[in-house]
Nanobody, 124 residues
Framework: EVQLVESGGGSVQAGGSLRLSCTASGFTFDDSSMGWYRQAPGNVCELVSTMRTDGSTSYVDSVKGRFTISQDNAKNTVYLQMNSLKPEDTAVYYC??????????????????WGQGTQVTVSS
């Protein structure tokens, strides 16, 4: 069974850094693209960053230059290094594998294996 466990969240002041981890099991991680999502207060939910199997990455405009996604296939883990954090980065962060060459919508119930997420709180 697919399992995704996110960790590394916490409370930081604006300008601080955190590194999120997502450890996966139950599917072939090496063959999977991975994405990080976040759900902010008010339920705004978005795909924040992706990494494809060819190593290509993408970022939502609001985090470009501040966040970096990386993947360790030996550990079945995808990371999100978050620097220069802003209060608007406050959210619960989730990870998920890609879906048929694309990406699930944020917290799409058709993907039945969302993890518990990890809370990131940035204070001003």
């Amino acid at each position: 069974e697919v399992q995704l466990v996110e960790s590394g969240g916490g409370s930081v002041q604006a300008g601080g850094s955190l590194r999120l981890s997502c450890t996966a099991s139950g599917f072939t991680f090496d063959d999977s693209s991975m994405g990080w999502y976040r759900q902010a207060p008010g339920n705004v939910c978005e795909l924040v960053s992706t990494m494809r199997t060819d190593g290509s990455t993408s970022y939502v405009d609001s985090v470009k230059g501040r966040f970096t996604i990386s993947q360790d296939n030996a550990k079945n883990t995808v990371y999100l290094q978050m620097n220069s954090l802003k209060p608007e980065d406050t959210a619960v962060y989730y990870c998920a594998p890609g879906a048929g060459g694309g990406w699930y919508a944020c917290l799409d119930p058709t993907f039945g294996y969302w993890g518990q997420g990890t809370q990131v709180t940035v204070s001003s």
